[in-house]
């Protein structure tokens, strides 16, 4: 009998001992699957990002965009139309992929507009000058001051600011974030942290629509 009580005893540790070993591989695996979520977040947004809207909107589109993307370019105006839809509802913030070779050079001098506060009005002539200078796939970087031009731009100020290292910086911050979230090729979105089961506008916009109805429900 003492022998039966014994064996109890022992299999009725050795289960404690097993369950304890399942619960603090699961807690692990939790705090593992938190720190990435806090690492992939910290990837995803960055406060110096060029960003537009209300910031205190409860939807975040956050776009990894390439200037001299094509791609980029077709998306822009519906982006900007789903904004104008819901005003003071989402927010878009601006990651750069510069992906097409020359496409960094453009990038900085998006960043040097910026320093203007002509952020906005720049990427929005790069896009409609698009196909003028980028050419079989290629930036080429050396002819898009014809369209900044008309923005008012101190272009001389804004061709020294392109070499700033802090551009130099965010570019390269940014491509790191882009390869950290998966990021291959652009346009890619994340709305509230969330990317597209699968690339298109319509997937976009029923993120954004979930999103909306998910903050007025809280």
Known sequence: MKQKYLFIAAAALLLMTFLAGVFSHQSRQAEQAAQLAAKNQAALVRADAPSFGNPDAPVHIVEFLDPACGTCREFYPLVKALMDANPGKI?????YAPFHPGSDTVVKALEAA???GQFKPTLEALFLA??????NHTAQADLIWPFLDPLGLDMARLKIDMNLPEIATMIARDLADAK????????EFFVNGKPLPSFGFDQLKNLVDEALANATVK
Not at 91 to 95: D, G
């Open 114 to 116: 910026r320093l203007q």
């Open 130 to 135: 698009q196909n003028r200078w980028v050419i």
């Open 91 to 95: 927010r878009l913030s601006v990651r």
């Open 180 to 187: 950290t979230m998966n990021v291959t090729m652009t346009p």
